[in-house]
């Protein structure tokens, strides 16, 4: 019953706060206008939208597979990316801020001058952003099923009610500073379960009950190669993907940037070893019977942990961290994915649409896309990170390279932008179904991309098409 009444108070807030922040403006609505004053909101913010429920759920559950390889690799890898990230924040954001850029499509299209660059990215996140959603609504569903005791159906609706209030209502503003409370929760939850799982199996005395080959590096559940590849391309996300990016381009100024990137690595540090590190610990605390049905299932492993061992009441507080990882995640990714489609597509499809116009079907879009995006994860086989894994990694990849490329190489020119996007593509979809699967995909991608990129830029002119920079001005 405390599960209920807690979610309960947990949607009134959300939709008190989507309500106060209400935008009317398109600009306000996408990147609000550019007035987030405060580092920690922008910081945890952005580190609750990257962790989804991909990562409460699977990310948790995955090291009951994996072993202590996934725990080491994915937390060194988290934070190594978060860190660097944070490094080229400023740049990012004050590339945004000369080019008027309210979207990545659209940054990128005039850093190239490349607007069949700004189309082809716009689809290429399309897909792969609805593939990510079917993910996530995967593991709401099983979040719900789990910890409220409902079918897994209902567990989508409740999702897609909720994130669907304060995307509609409030866009960027609300989902900032509902990922901020959202990202609280879930480093608390992390915590929870790490502190309960060590509690039950005897503080440090949990290892000597976990098996040699769940703590060996060599590898001996899952190769280390994949672990590594999948580690590598879920957090090469950190450095470019849209749906984080666009909360760099809401800072008021480099300011909030620069101390934005003391709040989100250590969020990230904290929470990513927490969380990578329940699996393993589970081995400590339950016998190989009562883990046996999660080997093939790993993804359910959380709720079980947290009802299993928790106080009566206190699963609420997992309830409310795993959900507060999905929807802060669901949200910005649908406002991208939105955007792609509504500012990126039909803006160059139709350049006289009005601001108000382009508004109002960003919001009727968006809930479309969240519809369509629930109903496609109502059967789906797949395990979650691996899901993940392979539509997050092709829009960092499809991203990350131009942009980088973009902020320190002025030689990049449209053709090898769009050459680049291609290649990036194509290889990794074809690696995915064709080739060996100890290399992961994306590390494919990323190099086949890169010199698709640089190649074809050293041969071709710039566009005549590029935007100069508009002036910075004065900052305050």
């Given at each position: 019953?405390?599960?209920?009444?807690?979610?309960?108070?947990?949607?009134?807030?959300?939709?008190?706060?989507?309500?106060?922040?209400?935008?009317?403006?398109?600009?306000?609505?996408?990147?609000?206008?550019?007035?987030?004053?405060?580092?920690?909101?922008?910081?945890?913010?952005?580190?609750?939208?990257?962790?989804?429920?991909?990562?409460?759920?699977?990310?948790?559950?995955?090291?009951?597979?994996?072993?202590?390889?996934?725990?080491?690799?994915?937390?060194?890898?988290?934070?190594?990316?978060?860190?660097?990230?944070?490094?080229?924040?400023?740049?990012?954001?004050?590339?945004?801020?000369?080019?008027?850029?309210?979207?990545?499509?659209?940054?990128?299209?005039?850093?190239?001058?490349?607007?069949?660059?700004?189309?082809?990215?716009?689809?290429?996140?399309?897909?792969?952003?609805?593939?990510?959603?079917?993910?996530?609504?995967?593991?709401?569903?099983?979040?719900?099923?789990?910890?409220?005791?409902?079918?897994?159906?209902?567990?989508?609706?409740?999702?897609?009610?909720?994130?669907?209030?304060?995307?509609?209502?409030?866009?960027?503003?609300?989902?900032?500073?509902?990922?901020?409370?959202?990202?609280?929760?879930?480093?608390?939850?992390?915590?929870?379960?790490?502190?309960?799982?060590?509690?039950?199996?005897?503080?440090?005395?949990?290892?000597?009950?976990?098996?040699?080959?769940?703590?060996?590096?060599?590898?001996?559940?899952?190769?280390?190669?994949?672990?590594?590849?999948?580690?590598?391309?879920?957090?090469?996300?950190?450095?470019?993907?849209?749906?984080?990016?666009?909360?760099?381009?809401?800072?008021?100024?480099?300011?909030?940037?620069?101390?934005?990137?003391?709040?989100?690595?250590?969020?990230?540090?904290?929470?990513?070893?927490?969380?990578?590190?329940?699996?393993?610990?589970?081995?400590?605390?339950?016998?190989?019977?009562?883990?046996?049905?999660?080997?093939k299932s790993p993804d359910t492993l959380i709720p079980f942990v947290a009802t299993s061992l928790l106080p009566p009441g206190f699963d609420a507080i997992i309830l409310l961290a795993a959900i507060s990882a999905a929807m802060s995640t669901i949200s910005a990714i649908v406002l991208v994915t939105t955007t792609a489609l509504t500012a990126d597509?039909?803006?160059?499809?139709?350049?006289?649409?009005?601001?108000?116009?382009?508004?109002?079907?960003?919001?009727?879009?968006?809930?479309?896309?969240?519809?369509?995006?629930?109903?496609?994860?109502?059967?789906?086989?797949?395990?979650?990170?691996?899901?993940?894994?392979?539509?997050?990694?092709?829009?960092?990849?499809?991203?990350?390279?131009?942009?980088?490329?973009?902020?320190?190489?002025?030689?990049?020119?449209?053709?090898?932008?769009?050459?680049?996007?291609?290649?990036?593509?194509?290889?990794?979809?074809?690696?995915?179904?064709?080739?060996?699967?100890?290399?992961?995909?994306?590390?494919?991608?990323?190099?086949?991309?890169?010199?698709?990129?640089?190649?074809?830029?050293?041969?071709?002119?710039?566009?005549?098409?590029?935007?100069?920079?508009?002036?910075?001005?004065?900052?305050?």
């Amino acid at each position: 019953m405390l599960n209920q009444i807690l979610l309960v108070a947990y949607v009134a807030v959300i939709v008190i706060l989507s309500i106060k922040l209400r935008q009317g403006t398109f600009s306000g609505f996408v990147i609000s206008d550019r007035n987030i004053m405060y580092p920690a909101v922008i910081g945890i913010a952005f580190t609750a939208a990257y962790f989804s429920a991909a990562s409460f759920l699977g990310g948790g559950g995955y090291g009951l597979i994996a072993g202590f390889p996934w725990v080491i690799w994915a937390t060194f890898m988290h934070v190594a990316f978060a860190c660097i990230a944070w490094l080229i924040a400023p740049r990012i954001w004050a590339m945004a801020k000369s080019y008027d850029a309210k979207t990545v499509p659209q940054l990128l299209e005039r850093r190239y001058g490349s607007p069949s660059g700004r189309i082809l990215l716009a689809m290429i996140m399309l897909v792969m952003y609805t593939v990510y959603l079917i993910a996530i609504f995967k593991g709401c569903a099983h979040l719900f099923e789990g910890l409220l005791g409902i079918p897994y159906v209902q567990g989508l609706l409740i999702a897609v009610v909720i994130v669907t209030i304060y995307y509609a209502i409030g866009g960027l503003p609300a989902i900032l500073w509902i990922s901020f409370i959202q990202g609280i929760i879930m480093v608390g939850g992390a915590i929870l379960l790490y502190a309960t799982l060590l509690y039950n199996g005897g503080g440090t005395e949990i290892w000597a009950n976990i098996p040699a080959a769940v703590t060996s590096m060599s590898g001996d559940l899952v190769p280390w190669q994949k672990t590594v590849g999948t580690a590598f391309s879920i957090s090469l996300g950190l450095l470019a993907l849209p749906d984080l990016l666009i909360m760099i381009f809401s800072a008021k100024d480099k300011r909030v940037v620069r101390f934005a990137g003391i709040y989100g690595p250590l969020a990230i540090s904290i929470y990513a070893f927490c969380i990578f590190s329940i699996g393993i610990l589970a081995y400590g605390v339950f016998s190989p019977e009562e883990l046996a049905p999660f080997i093939k299932s790993p993804d359910t492993l959380i709720p079980f942990v947290a009802t299993s061992l928790l106080p009566p009441g206190f699963d609420a507080i997992i309830l409310l961290a795993a959900i507060s990882a999905a929807m802060s995640t669901i949200s910005a990714i649908v406002l991208v994915t939105t955007t792609a489609l509504t500012a990126d597509t039909l803006r160059f499809l139709r350049p006289e649409i009005p601001d108000d116009r382009v508004l109002i079907l960003t919001r009727v879009v968006g809930v479309l896309i969240i519809a369509i995006s629930a109903l496609m994860a109502r059967n789906v086989p797949e395990l979650i990170v691996p899901l993940v894994s392979l539509s997050m990694g092709v829009i960092a990849c499809c991203v990350f390279i131009p942009l980088i490329f973009g902020l320190y190489w002025d030689r990049g020119t449209s053709k090898g932008f769009v050459s680049g996007l291609v290649a990036t593509f194509a290889s990794i979809v074809l690696w995915h179904f064709y080739a060996n699967s100890m290399i992961h995909p994306v590390m494919i991608g990323l190099v086949v991309g890169t010199v698709a990129y640089v190649g074809v830029s050293m041969f071709t002119q710039p566009s005549t098409l590029l935007q100069s920079p508009q002036p910075e001005g004065r900052q305050k």
